[in-house]
């Protein structure tokens, strides 16, 4: 006898293939076998009542307060556990419900569908990139005198920083490097901006013989229309947001262009995001931003294929946040879209391994481990072979 929780449907269905369940079978008893929690955080107690009787009579259950059924108040949260089978019949019987359960019943088929869809592909301009396939890499390439990892290559006493970019992104692409990731302007914590014209100078001779030499789409990391139109000219394929496209005139560019773009949660501005990082719940803020995003991208005209979402690590978090997102990361599989994260060298892992910058690898490669086993499909880093090693081993287990 052995006593298992299970990684993916692939693993129970092969376990009922090396017993010998016939293939209709396996098809029946599928949902079934696939058992989960889902948390409503705010019900009105009358649904609530009825979500938990309606989950008792499928055999399943639901964990509401005390006083909601007794009736002495309004609205509860609700814990509902059951199996993939057990929901989807839920969701048929409360359909045709009042009390906004028809409505419950629309997020709760979304959501489940969401949840397990682990097939992304993403459309750009020269190439697809399979993101179901493995667990990309994005690399760093800071065209910038002051990023906190003290790696940037633009100095105003040298001109030859598009020359140390194409070296340095050949030997990434060389690495593994499925996508090389360019920033002219630092996001780190209290940074002032620069002029537009400033991160334009330093960007543009860089994109534009990055994109004549690397047969990798380039992504530039920019919360500036400007900038990204012009990138966008000269042959980059992927915006990497961190305001999340608040700015309007951003997703115009991105839709027009028919680009791809990162869309990444983060409270206020660099400047001042470490004094916004109070949450009344973590993942679920994040996540309504997320969505919130996501919708105004594709009412404007960004096509659904095109979006990655990240939670944004070290931006406007505590440390004790970061911990969290990466160990919760699967729960934003609900918004349908492949996750991005970037933990490479921050001052979290720095903080719990009282350690320097330069040597913060080893705690970098942990966290983008634990990031690709609960859900990640693009790890950013500024250490490609490490990461590309350990992500190899990651995806091998994953698809034993």
């Known amino acids: 006898m052995r006593i ?31 058992t989960f929690l889902i948390r409503l955080n705010t019900v009105n107690s009358i649904c609530a009542n009825i979500l938990k009787q309606e989950m008792l009579s499928l055999g399943a259950e639901a964990a509401i ?17 059951g199996s993939f089978a057990q929901f989807k019949l ?3 019987k409360i359909k045709s419900q009042p009390f906004g359960l028809h409505k419950l019943s629309e997020e709760l088929n979304e959501n489940i569908k969401n949840y397990f869809k682990d097939r992304f592909i993403l459309p750009l301009k020269t190439s697809t990139l399979n993101l179901s396939k493995k667990t990309h890499i994005m690399g760093i390439i800071n065209i910038t005198p002051d990023s906190f990892s003290g790696d940037g290559l633009y100095n105003l006493n040298t001109k030859n920083y598009p020359t140390l ?11 593994g490097a499925d996508i090389i ?9 209290g940074v002032k901006n620069i002029s537009i014209k400033e991160e334009l100078i330093r960007l543009k001779p ?45 997703i115009k560019v991105v839709a027009r262009y028919r680009a791809a773009v990162v869309i990444m949660h983060m409270q206020g501005v660099p400047l001042n995001m470490q004094k916004l990082t109070t949450y009344h719940s973590l993942i679920d803020d994040i996540a309504l931003y997320l969505k919130n995003a996501i919708d105004a991208a594709q009412n404007a005209g960004i096509k659904p294929e095109k979006i990655i979402i990240d939670p944004g690590i070290g931006f406007g978090k505590k440390c004790e946040h970061n911990l969290e997102i990466i160990k919760r990361l699967g729960e934003f599989k609900t918004l349908g879209k492949p ?13 719990i391994l009282d350690a320097k910058i330069k040597d913060r690898s080893s705690g970098t490669l942990a966290t983008c481990v634990m990031a690709a086993q609960n859900g990640a499909n693009i790890i950013r880093v500024h250490n490609v072979k490490e990461t590309k090693h350990s992500l190899k081993m990651v995806d091998a287990i994953k698809k034993c």
């Open 165 to 175: 970019a194409l070296i340095k992104a050949q030997k990434m692409v060389s690495e």
């Open 65 to 81: 307060t005390r006083g909601a059924l007794t009736g002495k108040i309004k609205k509860t949260g609700v814990l509902m556990f």
């Open 90 to 92: 839920l969701s048929q």
């Open 4 to 34: 298992f929780t299970f990684s993916s449907k692939d693993e129970i269905e092969k376990i009922m293939g090396d017993i010998g369940v016939d293939p209709y079978g396996i098809k029946i008893m599928l949902p079934k076998a696939q």
């Open 339 to 351: 996750i991005l994260i970037g933990t490479s060298q921050k001052s979290f892992i720095g903080k």
């Open 206 to 250: 860089v994109v534009k013989l990055l994109a004549k030499k690397i047969n990798k789409p380039i992504s530039i990391d920019t919360t500036r229309p400007q900038v990204a139109q012009a990138c966008l000219d000269l042959g980059a394929q992927i915006i990497n947001d961190v305001c999340g496209l608040r700015d309007k005139r951003m």
């Open 181 to 189: 990731d360019l920033g002219g302007q630092s996001s780190r914590s």
